[in-house]
């Protein structure tokens, strides 16, 4: 995700933050990358991901979103990263998005593009430095290159939903 993400989460200055979740999948020192299909960011490489919808558990999202967009089910482990975009124009907030990152534990296959996807593949953290991807998903690359990202110990997300 990343500034392409955009217009594609919510509209322009919105009244309160949008929330984007993002599925971290990784396998001897390769991760997940999806080749976006459409704008936002079309054509470039990011981690599966997008919004969070009104009621849905964020854990719950990350996986929505990996089955979407790479055709593999995971079972998600935990936060392992939280980015925010905050754009400031003619003194209003023009775009506030909170970009959550789930570590995913996803079982042995291959994935198949799908949904906002027109590729999808594992690439060695290395190579994915290199590849067109979003500025995000370099973020994040980043962060687990630097150690930043400590994908041993996810952050549980406990859901609350006391009943009326």
């Known amino acids: ?25 990784l396998r001897g020192g390769r991760i997940l990358l999806i080749k976006r299909a459409r704008p936002p960011g079309r054509g470039l ?14 854990l719950e999202a990350a996986a929505r ?34 970009l959550i990152t789930v570590l995913v534990d996803a079982p042995e296959g291959d994935p198949r593009p799908g949904g906002d996807a027109v590729d999808a593949g594992f690439f060695h953290i290395e190579q994915a430095k290199h590849m067109e ?16 990202v400590n994908v041993g110990s996810p952050i549980p997300v406990l859901t609350h939903s006391p009943r009326d």
């Open 1 to 25: 995700m990343g500034l392409q993400v955009i217009a594609w989460l919510g509209g322009v200055y919105p009244d309160k933050p949008i929330v984007g979740v993002g599925s971290l999948v």
């Open 45 to 58: 490489w990011s981690i599966p991901g997008g919004h969070v919808e009104l009621g849905e558990p964020l």
């Open 65 to 98: 979103e990996l089955e979407e967009e790479a055709g593999l089910k995971g079972r998600p482990l935990g936060v392992v990263n939280v980015d925010e975009i905050i754009t400031v124009e003619g003194g209003r907030v023009k775009y506030h998005y909170v």
């Open 133 to 148: 991807i979003t500025p995000s998903t370099r973020g994040l690359i980043d962060k687990i290159v630097r150690g930043l």
